[in-house]
């Protein structure tokens, strides 16, 4: 059978990476850079207004920062950048931030060269023009740096669309572990946690190929070696950069294969109940993996292997081993904690609807058996009663 696998470009990466943004706007022909930025990067220490004009001193290369991006992106946020992209006739879109700047540019990249173009028509498309596309994360979790996918909310409906072509993959890609320093204890782990299930549910998924699978595997012992030691230690720029590399390996993975019930349930989850991403496939991952344990218990017993390298056991044993890490790893990040803050005191009455809108997206067909309705209902129905166990931090 014929299989696929789509990669940016050219990637650099490496502490000080970011210096290469002039070689890479030159390998792209640039004159004129839209750059779509997160505001906490544009703050002391970063300061990356002040750093990206030194490093572009010396080229004639013109600069538009638009920072007015607030949380995760919508369509009104596309239009609105859109328009002042148009309006400064840019002819590279670059990215500084997070999966939501990221994903913002991917947006804009299209839409500036596609205006009519609907969302839902983007991964029927034959070829997609759009503008060139830098990006330079700051996070270490999406992967969008490397995705064909990109997230935006739908201001009139509240649910998160995540069309994916292969044209959406920026051309050039900077992983630069120093603009992930300032990153805070919590948004390194939702961000982390966020990449790591990219890594298992690419793994799992009924579309893995020989290539996602050694993206995945190495990004899941990438992830696991290093997360800890950056959530101990935001300052440890050798877990920083190991960080910065598993998320990108993560999100080739999934980008070639797929995520599953964890993203479709996760998603829907965190556009009803406004939760950042990573945090809200977080707080699924655990009860989805449980759900599908015996139906890809030979996948969930090599991930357990790497998780927890010292155990040992059948195949059963190892597959259980996953869930317990993931369980671990929750419970040592303060997940249940950080979910109580946006669930506690929700009631069951608002499950129905998250079943729907997890349904009506992606995912759902790619999970090695197909969730119906019920399933769904159970695996919420067990968040929340997880959660109602703990109080808000
Ligand atoms: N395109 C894809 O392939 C893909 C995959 C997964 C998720 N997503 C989407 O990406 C978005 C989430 O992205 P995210 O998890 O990276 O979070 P984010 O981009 O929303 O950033 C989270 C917060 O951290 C701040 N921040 C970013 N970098 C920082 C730094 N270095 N120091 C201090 N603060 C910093 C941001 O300003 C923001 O307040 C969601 O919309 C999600 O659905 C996209
Ligand atoms: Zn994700």
């Known amino acids: 059978m014929v299989q696929e696998m789509h990669l940016p470009g050219s990637i650099y990466h490496g502490a000080g990476s970011i210096e290469n943004l002039a070689d890479a706007a030159a390998e792209i022909g640039a004159n004129n850079l839209f750059v779509v930025i997160s505001t906490s990067v544009l703050r002391e220490p970063l300061n990356l207004e002040t750093g990206l004009k030194k490093i572009l001193k ?3 290369l013109q600069l538009t920062l638009f920072s007015e991006l607030k949380g995760e992106p919508t369509t009104e946020n596309v239009i609105a950048a859109t328009n002042n992209c148009k309006e400064c006739n840019a002819d590279c879109i670059v990215a500084v931030g997070g999966g939501s700047a990221i994903d913002l540019a991917k947006a804009v990249s299209v839409m500036t060269v596609n205006p009519d173009i609907k969302y839902h028509e983007i991964p029927r498309m034959k070829r997609i ?3 060139p596309l830098i990006a330079v994360p ?4 999406t992967g969008s740096e490397a995705t064909k996918v990109m997230v935006i909310t739908d201001i009139d409906t509240g649910i998160k669309l995540n069309p994916g072509h292969p044209g959406l993959i920026p051309d050039i890609t900077i992983l630069d572990p120093e603009l992930t320093l300032t990153l805070p204890k919590s948004f390194t782990v939702f961000t982390g946690m966020d990449a790591l299930a990219h890594a298992v549910e690419a793994f799992v998924s009924t579309k893995a190929t020989i290539m996602s699978d050694n993206f995945a595997l190495k990004a899941i012992r990438l992830i696991n070696k290093a997360l800890p030691d950056a959530y101990k ?3 440890d720029i050798e877990a920083r950069e ?12 999934f980008s070639n294969s797929s995520t599953n019930l964890a993203h479709a349930a996760g998603r829907a989850l965190g556009a009803r109940f406004h939760i950042p991403h990573g945090l809200s496939v977080a707080l699924l991952l ?3 993996v449980e759900f599908g344990l015996e139906f890809a218990q030979e996948r969930y017993a090599t991930i357990g292997k790497i998780l927890n390298p010292g155990a040992d056991g059948s195949e059963k044993t190892m597959a259980k081993e996953t869930l317990k890490m993931i ?6 990040f303060h997940i249940w904690e950080e979910g109580a803050k946006y669930l506690n005191g929700s009631d069951e009455s608002i499950i129905p609807l998250l079943v729907d809108d997890a349904l009506a997206g992606n995912g759902i067909l790619t999970n090695q058996v197909i969730p119906v309705h019920e399933d769904i209902k159970q ?3 067990k968040l929340l009663k997880k959660i109602s166990e703990y109080s808000v931090l």
Request: glycine share 10%; net charge positive.
């Open 58 to 60: 010396k080229t004639n």
């Open 129 to 131: 023009k759009r503008l």
């Open 138 to 141: 700051t996070t270490a979790g």
């Open 233 to 235: 230690d935001g300052s």
């Open 242 to 253: 190991t960080m910065l590399l598993g998320s990108c390996f993560a999100g080739i993975a």
């Open 286 to 288: 655990p009860f989805v």
């Open 327 to 332: 369980m671990s790893l929750n419970d040592q």
């Open 379 to 381: 695996i919420y129905q």
